[in-house]
């Protein structure tokens, strides 16, 4: 019976060595990158940008796909006005924000090295109250990073953090604190005892 578990566990344990060079790749909010700032508070009728980032990105990125609420439907009364500006080197941006339609599959002219790669600004007008900003999954290609290998592979990221603005309470991301390495290895052991 041992023996069945553990071809069972090596199995699982072998699928993600077909993943591309990202596995770790995490999406999230960051309101003063690359410091991880995760909440904010602004004053009322402050102007300020909410960054969506991409970090541990090993091979580079070439694309990633995302999308989010309408600050302005998720939130109403919180703020005056709502924009978007992609920031990845590109000569054909998605002109819509990732709260159109399926959300946004945002592309790179050339492989984007920088880590954490800032992929969008979200400007606000902040009225007052409390809003989190969520990052969710495209509806087609759910959670997409295409790294800079030649063979152009793919990953699947996690949300690392929401964001926070004026005390908002936001979902935990779903990015694992323990690495996948160290908990496989102790149910292994613990096969054994």
């Known amino acids: ?44 009728f402050e102007e300020f940008d909410a960054y969506v980032c991409l970090d541990q990105l090993d091979e580079g990125m070439m694309s990633v796909s995302l999308r989010m609420d309408d600050p302005m439907v998720a939130c109403p009364g919180v703020f005056a006005s709502v924009g978007w500006t992609h920031l990845l080197p590109s000569s054909d941006p998605p002109l819509d924000p990732p709260w159109v339609g399926n959300g946004i599959f945002a ?33 087609i290609c759910a959670r997409w990073v295409v790294d800079c290998s030649n063979e152009r592979e793919l990953d699947i990221y996690c949300v690392l953090a929401h964001g926070s603005i004026g005390g908002a309470p936001c979902p935990e991301g779903d990015c694992s604190q323990v690495p996948v390495e160290g908990s496989s290895w102790g149910i292994i052991k613990g096969l054994y005892r």
Not at 14 to 37: E, M, Q, S, T, W
Not at 110 to 137: K, M, R, S
């Open 107 to 139: 592309l790179s002219d050339y492989c984007f090295h920088d880590d954490p790669a800032v992929i969008g600004a979200i400007h606000l007008v902040y009225l007052g109250g409390e809003c989190c900003l969520e990052i969710l999954e495209h509806l």
């Open 1 to 44: 019976m041992k023996l069945l578990l553990l071809m069972g566990l090596l199995v699982t344990l072998a699928v993600p060595a077909f993943a591309g060079g990202n596995p770790d790749a995490r999406v999230y909010i960051d309101f003063d990158p690359p410091n991880y700032v995760f909440e904010y508070t602004p004053t009322p």
